[in-house]
């Protein structure tokens, strides 16, 4: 997995509440059995028309922000399906980091396991940063995993919380069944332990 | 020892692992794959050289994108990208040699619908699947969730999942329901009520009279929607309801091994003064039929409502309930039974089982349809052939539904079975979002009685007038 460290980037907003997984990559999509190559049809339905043009006013076909790498979004980012290709699709496109109030559990996990970071922060946090993503692509935003801060165009820094193991496995790109493997020994006497006690499982 | 919810003591009961830090490896029971959220995961098995640790708890069935028409056995019947994936199952089983029920095999249905109808589901396990709807398996107190891809492959390679824990959260339904309330009613007013993000962070118990009131059926149907509120899962402790459900399916426990599994599952409740972080109640005689208006399963509202005006909301969803109504067609004020309607669909993981379809069919006896297309697409080839043997099958037909064979079909319309951009569906499905039924397809959720009232007067209808 790529590590990620730290990122000063353009960001584009999103306000919209409850983009679901259906939004970020339509189920016509689903149909790969591969991870790349998903990012022409990020947010497909919103980005081009019925002809398969681009919607102008569509944010990442703005020209400003057709290199955008962070999103700022609307509150309960990522509900919906648990499809990966939502986070696959973002990353293909590349966006290595989603900040909003508040992420639906499945997407927050996916993007850790695909080195893109969601980043919650409070309402008041999120609404400086979105003002900020609005000014286009002179505006860089800086997003700091190891110091755990983002800091918008004009200096104004915010901490964000995160999960230690997760801080960790993202910063040195580890490989989740790799370290899961080292612990074979308790899964081993787990499974032993567990079909005496509930051998019909 | 301390009070326990029945999350913790299912949790407790699986950790197989605990870092300094709270991080668990929670060991999985049950695995249920398909065909659309695993090819990745077995690439990358077979990239690393890894096998399935435990194929015995590895359930595989092809249910998104299978056509429900019949001759689907033979792939030229599918669209090219579906049999690449299909074929990529049937493959992977083999390979990898785990439970597998094909598309020809009459077991085959939604892999939600399958797992319990097969005991694979019980109470106590831990299930997981690819997908989100995997909730569906908490009403056996089970504890299951949706995880994705990668943890796919984490837990086909290892058996289990890097978990934290979650809180605990109490629903209950006090009281009795009213004449013409379902489960599916409950489960969405539920989510009006909190919110799809009212759940983030907590696993829910369901618990009340109304609920212990339930079937096995509608208790699915409650725990299948917990997702849609935000949830990592829902629950329903298990009771006698559960145990006769369970008892002498094909993979339950026999004999000696019943014994002692019933033994465990009889402790399986939440303790008298259990902590919980958020309790909420609902009493079971306030809720009516509903029915959403918007584009998210939070936009519920009873079926004798009005579309309601985006000014009535704050903040972000002022714009959202603006898109919702422009992309659904709707005048704020407008009311709902006024909503004239294209399809029906009755079917999906929350509302293809047997029970939906009796009460479906109650409400369609000797009546036709007045739509442009309604359809009934069992949750397996086992719910269909029940369905067929008591008749259900012949009064759908003569209304006027399609008879299909079993698979997601149009509850998310991976598969030739879609609506046209414009079209209105009343859809006994749990998503309503912008596409899901088709591009530009307009969803209506509710219960399957009151789709099969919407089906015969050909708009949103408050099932209590057919009754
Ligand atoms: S029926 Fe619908 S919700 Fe259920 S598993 Fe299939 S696609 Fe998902």
Redesign the pocket.
Known sequence: MEKFEKLTGIAAPMPLVNIDTDMIIPKQFLKTIKRSGLGVNLFDEMRYDDAGNEIPDFVLNKPQYRDAEILVAGDNFGCG?SREHAPWALKDFGIRSVISTSFADIFYNNCFKNGILPIVLPREAVDVLMKDAEKGSNARMTVDLENQTVTSSDGESFSFELDSFKKHCLMNGLDDIGLTMEKAASIDSFEAQASQARPWV | MSPKTLYDKIWDAHVAHEADDGTCLLYIDRHLVHEVTSPQAFEGLRMAGRSVRAPDKTIAVP??NVPTTPGREDPKNMTEDSAIQVAALDKNAKDFGIHYYPVSDVRQG???IVGPEQGWTLPGMTVVCG???TATHGAFGALAHGIGTSEVEHVLATQTLIQKKSKNMKVEITGKLRPGVTAKDITLSVIGETGTAGGTGYVIEYCGEAIRDLSMEGRMTVCNMAIEGGARAGLIAPDEKTFEYVKGRPHAPKGAQWEAAMAWWKTLFSDEDAHWDKVITIKGEDIAPVVTWGTSPEDVLPITAEVPKPDSFEGGKVGAAKRSIEYMGLTPGQKLSDIEIDTVFI????N?RIEDLRAAAEILKGKKIAVKRAMVVPGSGLVRAQAEEEGLADIFKEAGFEWRLAG?SM??AMNPDQLAPGERCAAT???NFEGRQGRGGRTHLMSPAMAAAAAITGKLTDVREMM
């Open positions: 399906s | 249910d998104h939604i892999v939600h997908d989100s709807h079917g999906s993981c929350t293809g997601c509850c998310l499905s749990n998503r």
